[in-house]
Antibody
Framework: EVQLVESGGGLVQPGRSLKLSCAAS????????MAWVRQAPKKGLEWVAT????????YYPDSVKGRFTISRDNAKSSLYLQMNSLKSEDTATYYC?????????????WGQGVMVTVSS | DVVMTQTPVSLSVSLGGQVSISCRSS???????????LSWYLQKPGQSPQLLIY???NRFSGISDRFSGSGSGTDFTLKISRVEPDDLGVYYC?????????FGSGTKLEIK
């Protein structure tokens, strides 16, 4: 059974940093692209980042480019999201998702999500 | 960026009925490799999104054949037949053909 378990969320002040983690199990982690997607309270889904199987290629929307960094450790079957210079508009539930064998593939399994609140 | 427009914003259906949700993209979703990376997701109340349909019309593993996807280019439809109570939630279309990966704003399905 595919499982994705996020951790590391919480309350953080604007301008500070936070690192999210996602522990994967039930599949060969190194064979899949992985992604982060967020959902602001009562809002829709927003893609945040994608990383290739090896970690050599990363993709971001303009809204987080230069502030967020996605990374992975295939030996630990773990995905990460380093979030710097956080803003109030980054407040959201962050989901880790499996994306398939290339970056065009859909998000086929999602974690339960972790809440990040950016507020002073 | 590719803008995904979903209609309606919400709809109400009787159990056993059928509904259609429309998703239109601001640009063609046909990739250079010939594939169309349009997917549908359902987010049930209090849960994470789940994948229903990928590449326009392919049902994901374990998804009922009551769910069907169709369309091409910029115009796509999700149909749900014989609606059941467990179908309620918010449906999102999403595209991966052109980055950034974008989602529609969602369609909330309520059961009458």
């Amino acid at each position: 059974e595919v499982q994705l378990v996020e951790s590391g969320g919480g309350l953080v002040q604007p301008g500070r940093s936070l690192k999210l983690s996602c522990a994967a199990s039930g599949f060969t982690f190194s064979n899949y692209y992985m992604a982060w997607v967020r959902q602001a309270p009562k809002k829709g889904l927003e893609w945040v980042a994608t990383i290739s199987t090896s970690g050599s290629r990363t993709y971001y929307p303009d809204s987080v480019k230069g502030r967020f960094t996605i990374s992975r450790d295939n030996a630990k079957s773990s995905l990460y999201l380093q979030m710097n210079s956080l803003k109030s508009e980054d407040t959201a539930t962050y989901y880790c998702a499996r994306q398939g064998s290339d970056r065009y593939k859909p998000l086929d399994y999602w974690g339960q999500g972790v809440m990040v609140t950016v507020s002073s | 960026d590719v803008v995904m427009t979903q209609t309606p914003v919400s709809l109400s259906v009787s159990l056993g009925g059928q509904v259609s949700i429309s998703c239109r993209s601001s640009q063609s979703l046909v990739h250079n490799n010939g594939n169309t990376y349009l997917s549908w997701y359902l987010q049930k109340p209090g849960q994470s999104p789940q994948l229903l349909i990928y590449k326009v019309s392919n049902r994901f593993s374990g998804i009922s054949d009551r769910f069907s996807g169709s369309g091409s280019g910029t115009d796509f439809t999700l149909k749900i037949s014989r609606v059941e109570p467990d179908d309620l939630g918010v449906y999102y279309c999403g595209q991966g053909t052109q980055y950034p990966f974008t989602f529609g704003s969602g369609t909330k399905l309520e059961i009458k």
